[in-house]
Structure formats: structure tokens, C-alpha cells
């Protein structure tokens, strides 16, 4: 199986989680891990799995991201799985209520880029997840790297 994670990452924590998922199916696949910033169209043949994964910044992927995803070609990810996934401040361990409320209107990073990938033609393989960091700039909550790689490793044996 073939497949490519693709992230962005401000502080590091999607950086974190994405090479977690890249080591935890490296051994069932042939697994690359990419930085946006160096992701080539070309590299989505043949693909049997992409998963896209941004730290949520104001609600929303990063612009690298989004600029990514809007770019790629209609259908050009027909017949790949796909995956989405984000770091975040959960709103429980902040209790904000101002927060609470932005959260509830505007969501997390992973459903926009769950959306975009559909877009393209992507069939979904899970519901988008989402990975806590303590405070903004981290560090990760502890379990989530483990968490990731299981979700990852769920992804390969679908």
C-alpha cells in the first residue's frame, strides 16, 4: 500500500503527530511523510491512501494547506482514500466560553480539509480527527501520539 502524509505545522505538534502515523505504518506500507511546503502534485499517482493534517489556526487549516487542496485538479484524487486530521486546544481543558461558542460555530481544521479532499474525489476512509495540545503552542497531550499512530494504522488495514 501506498501512502503519503502531508501536514503542516507551526510549532511542531502536527509535525509530531504526522511522522507518529508515518512510523506507526511504515512497516505495513510504503509510507512518505512531507512537509506542504515540499509536496509535489505529481507525487498523489498511485496513491492508496493520502492523509492531510494542519494545526488549526483561527479555526481553520493554514493557508498552505487550503492553498494546496483548492489547487489540486478536480477528480485528481478519485478512487485514493483519504484521511484528515488537526492539532488543537480542547475547549474543555481552556473553559472559555467565548471559545466554546467560536468552536461550535466555526469547528476545527479537520473537517474543512475532510471537505476539500472530498472535493477532489477522495473516498473517505475515517471521520476527521483531531489531536489536543495543552496550550497553544503545546506540547502535545499526553496519548496523542499513540492515538495517532493506532487511527493511522486502523486507516492501512481498512
Request: hydrophobic share 40%; no cysteine.
Given at each position: 500500500?501506498?501512502?503519503?502524509i502531508i501536514y503542516d505545522s507551526v510549532f511542531g505538534n502536527t ?144
Open positions: 500500500m501506498k501512502v503519503l509535525e509530531q503527530i504526522a511522522n507518529a502515523m508515518g512510523q506507526a505504518v511504515g512497516s505495513a506500507a510504503e509510507v512518505q511523510v512531507k512537509r506542504i511546503d515540499s509536496v509535489d502534485a505529481q507525487e498523489l499517482n498511485g496513491l492508496d491512501l493520502l492523509i492531510v493534517g494542519s494545526p488549526t489556526r483561527g479555526f481553520r487549516p493554514t493557508e498552505p494547506i487550503t492553498q494546496f487542496l483548492k489547487g489540486l485538479p478536480q477528480n485528481s484524487l478519485k478512487g485514493i482514500k483519504t484521511a484528515a486530521f488537526d492539532t488543537r486546544v480542547s475547549v474543555q481543558d481552556v473553559n472559555n466560553a467565548i471559545l466554546s461558542f467560536m468552536v461550535k460555530i466555526f469547528g476545527y481544521a479537520a473537517e474543512p480539509i475532510n471537505k476539500g479532499l472530498l472535493r477532489k474525489g477522495g473516498i473517505q476512509s475515517a471521520e476527521p480527527q483531531g489531536y489536543v495540545v495543552k496550550e497553544s503552542e503545546g506540547p502535545l497531550k499526553e496519548g496523542e501520539l499513540e492515538r495517532a499512530a493506532s487511527w493511522a494504522t486502523s486507516l492501512v488495514k481498512a
